[in-house]
T-cell receptor, first 112, second 116 residues
């Protein structure tokens, strides 16, 4: 069963604008991760935030986590055309021995 | 995609035929996973392995079997392919953190399978 649900499903912006994607999940987690997928390629890990962390930065990426609301957001600042891709959140449940559960993704289109 | 290869990259087969997809890693990671990706469904876990000869089912395991006889190879077999198994299949690997956290996963380039 799908754990994470990204919102919006699709997002179109202009170069230089910020892009915000949200992820909601249902059960308690060990950590939450964000991945990017360019068309026709495999997923690439972007950032991991642990359940005891509230915010994390990596370059132009900012991730927040609110465990009380069971939600996370990914902010990409100053978007570039090369950021055009699908973005997925993935949750690692607290239960030992279980694998990551991926959401359905947000498709981001950045036009120049 | 570094360190992970999938073969074949593309395959067209007919309903009822057996199909085996191979995932090969050079990273010596303990965990390996098979996912399928379909429009509107995102990535769904088929099977995963937490060591040689240690495997477990995922969310959509019906119609699939796996084997892992060596650390570097994880095989996915469709015993009798059906049109509903037309999909893009991704292999992934990971190494569990010493703290028990789930580490990031590294993905292969994918295999596009079409079952006619």
């Amino acid at each position: 069963s799908q754990q994470g649900e990204e919102d919006p499903q699709a997002l179109s912006i202009q170069e230089g604008e910020n892009a915000t994607m949200n992820c909601s999940y249902k059960t308690s987690i060990n950590n939450l991760q964000w991945y990017r997928q360019n068309s026709g390629r495999g997923l690439v890990h972007l950032i991991l935030i642990r359940s005891n962390e509230r915010e994390k930065h990596s370059g132009r990426l900012r991730v927040t986590l609110d465990t009380s609301k069971k939600s996370s957001s990914l902010l990409i600042t100053a978007s570039r055309a090369a950021d055009t891709a699908s973005y997925f959140c993935a949750t690692a449940p607290n239960q030992a021995g279980t694998a990551l559960i991926f959401g359905k993704g947000t498709t981001l289109s950045v036009s120049s | 995609d570094a360190g992970i290869t999938q073969s074949p990259r593309h395959k067209v087969t007919e309903t009822g035929t057996p199909v085996t997809l191979r995932c090969h890693q050079t990273e010596n990671h303990r965990y390996m996973y098979w996912y399928r990706q379909d429009p509107g469904h995102g990535l769904r876990l088929i099977h995963y392995s937490y060591g040689v000869k240690d495997t477990d089912k995922g969310e959509v395991s019906d119609g699939y079997s796996v084997s892992r006889s060596k650390t570097e190879d994880f095989l996915l077999t469709l015993e009798s392919a059906t049109s509903s198994q037309t999909s893009v299949y991704f292999c992934a690997i990971s190494e569990p953190m010493t703290s028990g956290d789930y580490n990031e996963q590294f993905f292969g380039p994918g295999t596009r399978l079409t079952v006619l």
